[in-house]
């Protein structure tokens, strides 16, 4: 019988991402997929440690795996991503029952580590490394959606994030090979794109070489150029944007290439250009309105999501409210929100600064229910109007209807069947609004 595995993935797209990357190598080695962990005889965590409760969430997982594998001493388990890369050897002093301790940039080498633990050593691999260009094929969780790597890491140094730390510096992808991947997921039969980097403005400012005019050989923009006519893909997404670099050509891009979807998640974290400066953002809240205002010049229509922190080290109620009152402004379609998390090796987690717990939960009730309310208001404008929808899969509540997004990404539930309708794009007349999501009717013919 085949070794079973299971990954219980944590944290954002990135780790989303390698977990599929990793699937597949195992896939490879002839392991198999079950859906729990208690069936399986190789355990992967990847792992997020952005904020507190993400890393703890992690421990009460593993102890109980732990505890298993006194039973079954054959059993694998390891512990990938961020919360690897951040604790390394400590964590095996922790969990001294785990055999592999990696961090992300190490996704790619999975089988090479496997294979050491199986000569029976206990591996920690958190060295930083060049990250080679990954020849397996992922296990996609999608069949019709995929995200597309484009740069790692990240250069930025916002003094709440553990990002820089554990995700190493920025490493971008060539565009030949980024453009091969879309080809090979166009033939595969994938209709839709996300381009990938926790700061996707910084792709190629660290391949060398530079244009005449002395800018950057490869951007961010010139890599949607090169990309957008891959045959097959039909949809390209990009995430995450950093204000700091966002120009207005890469709007123009967005607004001139028609597979590139309106929509933008551009984190604007505070409202307020002292808290900005303390969180070393490169921007103020003025240059982030007038991103939006540029964006709006172009496609009225484009959603604009973002992720925002609140309570953090030293914000006054008036900061705070600057906060609200950008959200109030803008009416962003969705907003990430949390409450500042003091995180090892950052510089804000040891100021003397700190908010009371009750004071961040306070803040963080209010802003998410300023949220709510914009998103619903931003969704009113969906009534009654006909969008094309690419359809994912079936709605998980309900076995009659199909589910999909809108080309500005909200999702959108609909009567269909879903072997019918998989990878299609439909044209859905939209019958109900709710703050984060539609439901309507197809259109026919059903193609748009
Ligand atoms: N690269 C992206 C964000 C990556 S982390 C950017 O620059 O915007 C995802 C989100 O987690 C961040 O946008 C931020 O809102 C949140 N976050 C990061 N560190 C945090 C912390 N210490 N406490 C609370 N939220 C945090
Ligand atoms: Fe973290 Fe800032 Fe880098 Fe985003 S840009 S990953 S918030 S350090
Ligand atoms: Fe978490 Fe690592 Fe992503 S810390 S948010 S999984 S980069």
């Known amino acids: 019988m085949n070794r079973r595995y299971h990954i219980t993935t944590f944290g954002c797209q990135m780790n989303k991402a390698d977990s599929e990357r990793m699937a597949g190598i195992l896939e490879e080695m002839g392991f198999e997929w079950v859906d729990t962990p208690d069936g399986a005889d190789l355990i992967l965590y990847n792992t997020c440690t952005i904020r507190d409760n993400a890393e703890q969430k992690v421990y009460s997982y593993l102890g109980k795996q732990a505890k298993r594998k006194q039973e079954q001493p054959d059993l694998t388990l390891v512990v990938a991503g961020c919360v690897a890369q951040q604790e390394g050897e400590a964590l095996l002093r922790r969990v001294p029952e785990l055999d592999l301790v990696m961090g ?23 060295e930083p490394v060049h990250i080679f260009e990954d020849i397996t094929r992922p296990r996609r969780d999608s069949e019709v959606t995929a995200w597309v790597n484009v740069i790692y890491g990240c250069n930025e140094r916002c003094t709440y994030c553990v990002v820089p730390n554990v995700r190493g510096i920025e490493q971008s992808r060539m565009p030949a090979a980024i453009r091969a991947e879309m080809e090979e997921l166009g033939r595969q039969g994938f209709r839709e794109v996300t381009l990938l980097g926790q700061n996707i403005d ?50 123009r891009a967005c607004a001139e ?10 984190p604007f974290q505070s409202g307020d250009n002292d808290v900005l400066k303390a969180m070393a953002r490169g921007y103020t809240r003025e240059k982030y309105l007038r991103i939006i205002d540029t964006i709006r010049r172009y496609m009225p229509d484009a959603a604009i999501s973002a ?60 802003l998410n229910h300023l949220v709510a309310t914009k998103a619903a208001e931003r969704s009113q404008r969906y009534q009654d109007r006909i969008e094309d929808v690419l359809v994912e899969d079936q709605n ?43 439901t309507g009717e197809m259109l026919e013919p059903a193609l748009v």
Request: with cysteine; charged share 25%.
């Open 257 to 266: 290439l028609p597979k590139v979807c309106e929509h933008f998640h551009i």
């Open 202 to 251: 910084a792709y190629g400012r660290d391949i060398p070489g530079s244009k005449p005019d002395g800018s950057h050989l490869h951007t961010f923009t010139d890599l949607l150029y090169h990309v957008h006519d891959v045959a097959g893909i039909e949809r390209i997404r990009f995430a995450t944007s950093h204000p700091r670099y966002f120009t207005e050509r890469l709007i």
């Open 307 to 366: 992720d925002a922190i609140v309570g953090f080290p030293g914000e006054t109620e008036e900061q705070f409210e600057n906060t609200l009152r950008l959200v109030e402004t803008v009416g962003f379609d969705q907003l990430n929100t949390a409450a500042y998390s003091p995180r090892p090796g950052t510089p804000a987690a040891v100021w003397d600064s700190q908010l009371a717990d009750a004071v961040k939960s306070d803040r963080l009730q209010r």
């Open 396 to 438: 998980p509540k309900n076995s009659n209807q199909v589910m999909g997004r809108t080309r500005s990404n909200r999702l959108t539930f609909f009567p269909g069947d879903i072997t019918a309708l998989k990878g299609q794009r439909v044209a859905v007349k939209i019958t109900d609004v709710r703050a984060f999501s539609l």
């Open 104 to 126: 992300p940039q190490h996704a790619n080498r999975l089988r090479d580590l496997i294979e050491q633990v199986e000569q029976g050593n206990q591996v920690v691999a958190t």
